[in-house]
């Protein structure tokens, strides 16, 4: 297999690499990612330099650069996890997300399509269902995205569904929960708040953190996209999660009582994304399980491992917290007004 994988300097793609690496030791990986301010090289270097993957830097919507990619590297296959993926950010400017999620979804099946590869894979989410009060969704429910991040995963999906239609596209669609693990940018909730309760630093709960998401380690996220590029069946979706569903501030409370910190640092605050919040996801997950995979990493011991990576590696995520953009985006999402500790 000479699989083209995308994004995968960033979090679960980088995650997917790794694994596919271990599963097929014969398979020919080129990377292709653009180094946003999510990717990181760091992530990926030691597999660059041992020469046991290619990589090229580069946007997937930039046709030129993914034609050229599939062509020089004899790509057989793509994986796509190149996306902008923070829903926060989206509620600032969404543009960006058009870019990656629904034109740069065309531009790989267009090379799909083009070059007659065997698969395309494009890792999704549950959040284009939008929030379930109660039950599940499967992957036949309406699509019902919240937010501009979520409304463009929507888009890249249904772009997928129109070239399996009108072209028989050879691809298939993952739509994971939330994912946590190593490698993960602090800005979503679990890295976010592990590395600013390593500094000693409040953490802000939107609302009153009853929120409910279903959360699944990033290696059991990986080994479902693994599962759906050897075994999924074109045109199909589908859901990858674990059934662990569990409130925010149950979360929170697992965080601070590992990282040996009180009440006193949790910060409920008037929630920043409104009526945007989805309340909880859940989806059932038996069409992957039936080609047989199923998640392996219980919570717990998965978030005591993540913190520890995240306690051993600060030279990963310290010159990110550091980064006057980083810094600049904490400011204008969360304000001012919420104090100089946040
Ligand atoms: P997040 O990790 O951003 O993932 P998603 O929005 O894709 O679910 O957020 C997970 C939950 O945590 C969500 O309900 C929002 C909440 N949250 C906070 O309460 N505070 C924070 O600072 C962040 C980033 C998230």
């Known amino acids: 297999m000479r699989l ?16 596919a690496l271990e599963k097929d030791s ?13 990717g990181h090289i760091s992530t990926i270097q030691d597999l660059i330099e041992s020469g046991r993957i290619q ?9 030129t650069t993914v034609d050229r990619v599939v062509r020089e590297h004899r790509t057989t296959h793509i994986v796509n996890f190149a996306a902008e993926t923070h829903n926060d950010r989206s509620l ?25 590869l065997e698969r395309f894979v494009h890792v999704s989410t549950d959040e284009v269902y939008g929030s379930i009060s109660e039950g599940e969704f499967s992957e ?5 995205p919240n937010t501009p991040y979520s409304a463009s995963k929507a888009g890249g999906d249904l772009m997928v569904r129109a070239y399996v239609k009108a072209f028989r596209s050879p691809s298939v669609v993952t739509r994971g929960g939330n994912t946590y693990g190593p490698y993960q940018f602090p800005e979503k909730l679990i890295p976010f708040f592990i590395t600013r309760l390593i500094d ?12 409910v998401r279903e959360w699944m380690h990033a290696s059991d996220h990986a080994a479902g996209v693994w599962t759906a590029l050897l075994r ?7 859901n990858v999660g674990d059934d662990n569903e569990r409130r925010n501030r149950e979360v929170v409370a697992i965080l601070l009582d590992e990282l040996g910190r009180d009440d006193s640092f949790v910060r409920f605050i008037p929630d920043p994304r409104k009526g945007a919040h989805d309340q909880r996801y859940s989806m059932t997950t038996s069409k992957l399980r039936s080609l047989g995979w199923s998640p392996s990493v219980p919570f717990e011991a998965g978030l005591r491992e993540t913190i520890r990576w995240y306690r051993d ?30």
Do not use: M
């Not at 036949?140 to 019902?144: A, K, R, V």
């Open 4 to 19: 083209l994988v995308t994004g995968a300097a960033g979090f679960i793609g980088s995650n997917f690499v790794r694994l």
């Open 26 to 38: 014969a398979a020919e990986i080129c990377v292709l990612d653009a180094l946003t301010y999510a």
């Open 55 to 63: 990589f090229v830097e580069g946007r997937i919507q930039d046709h």
């Open 92 to 116: 600032l400017e969404s543009g960006g997300f058009i870019a990656s999620n629904v034109l740069g979804v065309q531009v790989l099946l267009e090379a799909t399509k083009k070059h007659g």
């Open 140 to 144: 036949s429910s309406p699509l019902e």
């Open 200 to 211: 000693s630093k409040k953490v802000p709960v939107y609302g009153e953190g009853n929120q």
């Open 232 to 238: 999924g069946t074109d045109g199909e979706v589908y």
């Open 313 to 342: 590696n600060e030279s990963w995520w310290r010159p990110i917290v550091d980064r006057p953009d980083y810094q600049e985006f904490i400011r204008a999402f969360y304000g001012p007004s919420l104090g100089e500790d946040l």
